[in-house]
C-alpha cells in the first residue's frame, strides 16, 4: 500500500522559513516523479512543485519560484519542501502526491500557518 | 498557463439522480485530463485520468469523457457518499492546473 506521510508544517511569521518532509513507502519511490500541491483554507487545489526521478529537473508555480525548493533523497525516500520569504498567501495544507503523471496517491497533507 | 474553468460552481442533485461536471481548458490538453473527487477533512483521491479512464476501485457509475478543451464527468445515479467537491486538473503542460472545483451537494 502506497503511503505518504507529510511533516514540518507549523505556525512561521511573515519572511520566515520552513522545511516540509514527505516519507514515502509501499512503492519503489526512486522510480517516480513527485509534486507538493496545496490548499489554502476553504479554497481550491493549487499545484506548488514538482521534482524528477533524479531530481535533476524541478518545476515551480510562478507563485513560489524563486522562494521555494523541492528536491528529494532517493536513500531516504523522502522528498522535501524549503520555503523561504513565507507570505500570509503560502498558508494552506501542502500535500505531497504521486504522479503517474496524474496525482494517484496523496499524503494527508501537513498545515502552513504564516501569521504575525 | 492553461486555465482550467469548470462548470457549475454548486450542483444540487438528489441521491439517485444524474450529475453532470463540465471542466474547460483554455487551451488542448488533448486526453491529458484527470479528475479528483475531495471529501471535507480528507486528501484528494484520484477518481479519473486519460479523460475517460476510472482509477482502481472507482465504480462504474463515475464515467468521464472528451479531449482537447471541453471534458465531462458524469456520475450516472448519485449515492450518499459521493456528495463531495470534484476537481480537474490538466498534466498536458506545465505548470499542472485544476480546475476551481464543483461542489455536489444533496438537494
Known amino acids: 500500500e502506497v503511503q505518504l506521510l507529510e511533516s514540518g508544517g507549523g505556525l512561521v511569521q511573515p519572511g520566515g522559513s520552513l522545511r516540509l518532509s514527505c516519507v514515502a513507502s509501499g512503492f519503489a519511490f526512486s522510480n517516480y516523479a513527485l509534486s507538493w500541491v496545496r490548499q489554502a483554507p476553504g479554497k481550491g487545489l493549487d499545484w506548488v512543485s514538482a521534482?524528477?526521478?533524479?531530481?535533476?529537473?524541478?518545476y515551480y508555480a510562478d507563485s513560489v519560484k524563486g522562494r521555494f525548493t523541492i528536491s528529494r533523497d532517493n536513500s531516504q525516500n523522502t522528498l522535501y519542501l524549503q520555503m523561504n520569504s513565507l507570505r500570509a498567501e503560502d498558508t494552506a495544507i501542502y500535500y505531497c502526491?504521486?504522479?503517474?503523471?496524474?496525482?494517484?496517491?496523496w499524503g494527508q497533507g501537513t498545515l502552513v500557518t504564516v501569521s504575525s | 498557463e492553461i486555465v482550467m474553468t469548470q462548470s457549475p460552481a454548486t450542483l444540487s442533485v438528489s441521491p439517485g439522480e444524474r450529475a453532470t461536471l463540465s471542466c474547460r481548458a483554455s487551451?488542448?490538453?488533448?486526453?491529458?485530463l484527470a479528475w479528483y473527487q475531495q471529501k471535507p477533512g480528507q486528501a484528494p483521491r484520484l477518481l479519473m485520468y486519460g479523460a475517460s479512464t476510472r482509477a482502481t476501485g472507482i465504480p462504474a457509475r463515475f464515467s468521464g469523457s472528451g479531449s482537447g478543451t471541453d471534458f465531462t464527468l458524469t456520475i450516472s445515479s448519485l449515492q450518499s457518499e459521493d456528495f463531495a467537491v470534484y476537481y480537474c486538473?490538466?498534466?498536458?503542460?506545465?505548470?499542472?492546473?485544476f480546475g476551481q472545483g464543483t461542489k455536489v451537494e444533496i438537494k
Open positions: 502526491a504521486k504522479p503517474g503523471p496524474y496525482f494517484d496517491s
Open positions: 487551451q488542448s490538453v488533448s486526453s491529458n
Open positions: 486538473q490538466q498534466y498536458n503542460n506545465w505548470p499542472r492546473t
Open positions: 521534482i524528477t526521478i533524479s531530481g535533476t529537473t524541478t
